[in-house]
Structure formats: C-alpha cells, structure tokens
C-alpha cells in the first residue's frame, strides 16, 4: 500500500525479460521482497542494482501500463516505498494496481500552477471520476479540479512543488500516464451493487446498504 507521495524520481530500462529501476536511494536501504511503485505500479526487488533495483513484471503489467514503453527508451518514473504503518496518510490509500491508461490533453502553465487535462482510454472508467475526487496519475496523489459530465476527460491543478519535485514536468501532450481510482470509490460500488440486487445474499442479521439507509444514519 502506498500514499502518493513521492519520494524520489528515477529512471527505468529494460534488462533482459526484467526491468531495473535506479535512484532509490532517498529512501535506500532496499531489501529483497521490498515492494516499491514505480510510476504508480507496485514492483517487487527481485535484485538489488546500484542505488535501485530489478524487478521481474508479467504481461499484465506491461499490457496494464506504461512501464514497459518507457523502459524502452530509459524514461524518468516516480517512486515510493511502500507504506508503513506509522507513517502519516498525507495522500490517499494508493494500492499500485493500474486500472487503465490515460492520455494527457494539455498542459496550461498559470500564473500559480499548472493545469493538467487528462483523459482516460477506456472511457468507462470516468464514473470513478467527480470534482474533488482523488485519482493517482503515475502514482501522484492528486485531486480532480473538474470533470466533464462522464468523467471521461478531467483536470488537475498541480502546485509547483508537485510539479517540480516529480516527473509531471517531463510530460507533454499525447503522453501515456498510468491512472488508478480511488479505492472507496471501487468498494463503494461493488457494495451498492450488491444492495441492489437484493439481501439475499447478504449474511443473515446484516442490513442491506442502500441509499435509504445510507441517509437514516446521516449520509447524504
């Protein structure tokens, strides 16, 4: 588990049917097991390699992402190790599964900020999407500034020390990013699904989760 915060900024490459990331030691020392998000994908240390890391990635991965494109041509990725349980939560609750792949729209410098338009590939995904809302974009912890009506195309402000002190300042329009939902967002619907499709299912004495009941205990 991880927050969205990153720690360092690093480079990837291919090696062999493996990938090695380097500049982790911001956070060094590595072990061997270590679980590490690599521009929002959780990797594992399979060997330690200078001041980073190998790590073997399946087909899903390298079909779920980007890292595989990137690793072709050396690109820069954002990393984190993994959450400890006495550290402060200053993002949200990232799991390092990509859901899907987005594509950056623009990039507009403002005076204060940057504004980051974005859109995911495969549309559906937008209902995970609504003003405020938190998402992960190559595994940075970042809010939804607006939407469009399907959540299918977004925006994010992004501060000058987000933008400097990671990889976002490498991208440009037509760039791939790695996108993952909220996980509350997830959990929320596959329970209300299962509220909806009748309390059969659900365990004897435990009340269904609707909206009805979400707005007798004070939910709105």
Known sequence: ??????QAVGRIERRGSGLVVSGCSPFAP???GDSVAVDGVCLTVA????????????????????????ASTGGSVNLEPALRL???????LVSGHVDSIGEVVAIEALSQSWNLELRWRDAAYGRYICEKASVAVNGISLTVAGCSDTGARF?????????????LRDLAAGDEVNLEIDLLARYTERLLGHAREGASTAPKNEAS??????ASHGWS
């Not at 588990?1 to 990153?6: A, I, K, N, S």
């Not at 060997?47 to 990137?70: I, Y």
């Not at 006495?86 to 949200?92: A, I, V």
């Open 86 to 92: 006495s550290d402060r939560l200053g993002g949200h």
């Open 1 to 6: 588990m991880f927050t969205g915060l990153v």
């Open 209 to 214: 989760l609707s909206s009805e009941w979400l």
């Open 30 to 32: 590595l072990q061997l």
């Open 155 to 167: 925006w994010i402000a992004v501060i000058p020390h987000t933008w400097m002190a990671t990889a």
């Open 47 to 70: 060997e330690l390699v200078g001041d980073g890391f190998l790590a073997n990635v399946s087909e899903e991965t390298l079909q779920r992402s980007t890292l595989g494109r990137k």
